[in-house]
């Protein structure tokens, strides 16, 4: 064989062979552990207990490094869980460990990717609470939203009202250990201390708003670079 033809060969057997190693790291089942849901009844509720209110697709990384993908789910954010669709259609919660995971859907006519993640501590933090990751890298900025849902039954009325209200908290986290920030300057550049000036001549020289998640994610990638 010739040589030329005998390197080709050798590089379609190493490609051969580097995509089934990628593929062994991946599966796209949805045949996971769960268990059934016993799904909110949403008769005459305002507002919505999942971040997004239909199914969605998604990608879920265990501790044990699986990953699943094209996975059709929800996060509950009531109970901070996962819920999914088993194959056989039926709506389960998801048991395994999670480390992190994706979802995507459409928010304002704009396809939206967003990644929560777990193993964070601090400030009464638990490490199995989701957080949203709004700017990653070194220092990491998260974001925390946990809601509850209210029912309220009118005087001389048979109608229960169900209402659902959400609180956010905001973190930086070095590590996995975090320092709660409020949407200040102030706030900000204390959990940054090291790089303050920096970031008050950036956030000057950006006419940034920290109350905006958008610019509070920017201040921190800039941080990274710096």
Do not use: W
Not at 203 to 211: P, Q
């Amino acid at each position: 064989m010739k040589p030329v033809t005998m390197r080709f060969v050798l590089l379609l057997l190493t490609c051969g062979l580097f995509s089934v190693d990628a593929f062994a790291q991946y599966t796209q089942t949805n045949d996971m552990e769960g268990r059934p849901v016993h799904e909110y009844s949403t008769i005459n509720m305002q507002g919505s207990p999942y971040l997004y209110p239909d199914f969605a697709q998604g990608t879920i990384l265990l501790k044990n490094g699986t990953i699943y993908q094209g996975i059709n789910m929800m996060y509950d954010q009531v109970k901070d869980v996962i819920v999914f669709k088993g194959k056989d259609g039926k709506v389960k919660e998801l048991m395994e460990p999670v480390q992190e995971f994706k979802i995507n859907f459409i928010q304002n006519n704009q396809a939206t990717e967003k990644t929560f993640r777990r193993g964070f501590s601090g400030d009464r933090l638990s490490p199995e609470a989701y957080l949203e990751v709004l700017a990653d890298g070194n220092t990491v900025l998260l974001k925390r939203t946990t809601k509850k849902i209210f029912d309220r039954k009118n005087y001389s009325s048979a109608t229960i009202n169900r209402e659902v209200q959400e609180a956010e908290d905001y973190y930086v986290a070095t590590g996995n250990k975090v320092v709660k920030v409020k949407k200040t300057k102030s706030s900000l550049l204390a959990a940054m201390p090291d790089k303050a000036d920096y970031l008050e001549s950036y956030i000057k020289s950006n006419s940034l708003i920290l109350r905006n998640d958008s610019d509070m994610a920017k201040l921190v990638a800039y941080y990274n670079t710096l």
